[in-house]
């Protein structure tokens, strides 16, 4: 007798559970998925023990009939696609017919739904359905899953905690309201309330939701498009970051996806503009006709693949730095005043803002019983990116204290020389001259025997650069001469990093990036250092260099160069002005 024998329905539905349903927040993604195709309009999760003991999730959607309700269950079971042709035209959030089979085999669920007519309830245990019975007539669908890897063991002990857990259920809940800002969303755990949308479909008041008040303030509409994407959404200004990529939302007509590559290319847009190390606050949606895109990689159905990316990261990038590079991005002092008037009128995150041109105008959010009034930022293309600054003084020989007829200003002057030192050397290496100095005595680069071929392979970039540069015995390179502007004093050290940014990208080689991580490395190299005091005269130099640059307000690190202080703000500091403390 064969060896080789076909599982049982169960034992194969339970082995799918592991890739589908890995912790509550997967049941919860399963179910909500579900309700949205479903096309409700509001959409309830309870969980008991964040999940651990029961998920309920309550649709209005249009409900199934009995027999529907009972084949739900079945493995590869699905309305969503009837034929190898619908796999490549996907409109859904689900489609694989794995979820709710996966689910039930590990957990015990009752499902009560209708499609407006006599109503139907089917219980189910470990996979085996228990009964079924008919139910009420309230169109939508009601699902209960209890007792997650109740015959799993090893399963349920290696779960989260229920903070983690429910912290888990929480970030996925608030990206589909992002998602989705066209439906009602409430979550509760213990009867507490975490989510409320009111599913008017606004992004930008579902962010507030999300984030809160403070973060919308600093959010910029953003809108591209190309012959096969459109993009739209919201972005955070450089000085809004994060310390992890969870607040970069990416959404594919309507599916929240996660694609590694085009996390990056939205923070490389930011290149300069904040620190390598922080991550901005994004809400990008990407609108395209489903035969681009390929969603069937995985089970969870989030990751994905597009056709003809490269168009679409040149979009999302243009998108992104032109918008940046269009607006004021000097920091400001804000004093913030919260007032509740009554139970009745709420006023929430009132501030008191100058609107002035080339300010970035800060707008409020007022919350009341007849209307809720909501505007983002507004963006003002600038004729001149920086005002003029005249100096009078320097702070502990590193920050310049300048004034203009606005207000303040307090100036980094080793960022700022770095900004400066960092365009200079970016615009010499993107145009090479025939500039170079030999070298008296020439300088041996020795490298392990995969770093040397690599560099041997690509010896045209430093030729490129003017450097003066052959092999040079076993697995090392002779550099007789380097390009003008490469820093004084600092010759070996630049040349050795320049071939550890080479050796750095290796396949993925681009010329763009090289350049600019060159340019980086090379600005710190000859920027005044703190504690180093220096004349008006030599402030007003650095002001005005400053003032030319592209980006005046970073470092090439994305710390700021400039913080202002407006004549308004002194004087409410000062208690000069004519605003009273509302008390």
């Known amino acids: 007798m064969g060896k080789i024998k076909v599982m049982d329905e ?32 509001e959409i ?21 009939d009995k027999d529907d309700a009972i084949l739900a269950f079945g493995r590869h079971a ?69 007792n997650l890897f109740f015959n799993t063991p090893a399963r349920l002990k290696h779960l989260n905690n229920l903070y983690t857990e429910l912290a888990y259920v929480t970030e996925y809940i608030n990206k589909l309201s992002l998602s989705h800002p066209e439906i009602k969303f409430t979550l509760t755990n213990n009867g507490s309330t975490i989510i409320s949308t009111d599913g008017a479909g606004s992004l930008l008041k579902t962010i507030k939701n999300v984030y809160g008040i403070e973060t919308v303030k600093k959010m910029i509409d953003v809108s591209a498009s190309n012959e096969d994407y459109e993009v739209s959404g919201f972005i955070s200004l450089p000085e809004l970051n994060r310390s992890n990529k969870n607040h970069i939302t990416i959404l594919v007509n309507g599916r929240i996806v996660k694609n590694t590559y085009l996390n990056k290319i939205i923070n490389d847009s930011y290149h300069s503009y904040k620190p390598d190390n922080r991550y901005p606050i994004v809400v990008l949606n990407i609108k395209c006709d489903p035969s681009l ?19 679409l990261t040149l979009t999302i990038e243009k998108m992104i730095k032109d918008k940046i590079t269009h607006i004021n991005l000097i920091p400001k002092i804000e004093e913030v005043k919260s007032i509740a008037y009554n139970s009745n009128t709420e006023f929430v995150g009132l501030e008191l803002f100058r609107e002035t041109e080339n300010i970035i105008v800060n707008n409020d959010f007022i919350a009341n019983e007849e209307k809720e009034t909501y505007f983002a930022e507004k963006t003002v293309v600038l004729e001149e990116k920086m005002e003029e600054i005249y100096p009078i003084g320097l702070v502990h020989g590193t920050y310049i204290i300048g004034q203009n007829e606005l207000g303040m200003y307090l100036i980094d002057q080793h960022a700022a020389k770095e900004r400066i030192n960092y365009e200079f050397y970016l615009e010499k290496l993107g145009n090479p001259t025939n500039n170079s100095i030999d070298l008296l005595f020439p300088i041996i680069i020795e490298l392990p025997i995969n770093e040397y071929m690599l560099i041997k392979e690509r010896l045209n970039i430093l030729t490129d650069m003017n450097f003066k540069i052959e092999e040079f015995g076993i697995n090392s390179f002779v550099v007789k001469g380097h390009p003008t502007w490469l820093p004084k004093n600092y010759e070996e050290e630049a040349i050795r990093k320049i071939i550890d940014i080479i050796l750095e990208y290796g396949n993925n080689f681009s010329i763009l990036k090289f350049n600019e991580q060159a340019a980086t490395m090379m600005s710190c190299k000859l920027s005044i250092k703190a504690n180093e005091n220096i ?30 202080f407006t004549n308004m703000e002194l004087e409410k500091l000062f208690k000069r002005s004519g605003f009273e403390s509302l008390k």
């Open 44 to 64: 309830k999760i309870e969980l008991i023990d964040s999940g651990t003991k029961e998920i309920k999730v309550t649709d209005n959607g249009y409900g199934m």
């Open 535 to 564: 004349t008006l005269k030599e402030m007003e130099i650095l002001i005005n260099d400053l003032r030319k640059c592209k980006n005046p307000f970073n470092c090439p690190h994305g710390r700021p160069t400039v913080i202002s």
């Open 10 to 41: 169960i034992l194969a539905n339970k082995i799918a559970a592991g890739e589908v349903v890995e912790k509550c927040s997967s049941v919860v993604k399963e179910l909500v998925e579900n309700a949205i195709d479903a096309e409700s309009s």
């Open 293 to 311: 895109i390929d969603v069937n990689i995985h089970p969870t159905k989030m990751d994905i693949k597009f056709s003809k990316i490269e168009g």
């Open 78 to 146: 699905t309305s969503k696609i009837k034929s190898e042709r619908d796999l490549f035209h996907i409109n859904t959030l689900g489609f694989r017919g794995e979820a709710l089979a996966a689910i039930s085999s590990v957990s015990v669920i009752e499902l009560i739904t209708s499609t407006g007519n006599i109503g139907t309830i089917v219980n189910i245990k470990g996979g085996k359905i228990e009964s079924v019975s008919n139910g009420d007539s309230r169109k939508g669908t009601i699902i209960s899953v209890k």
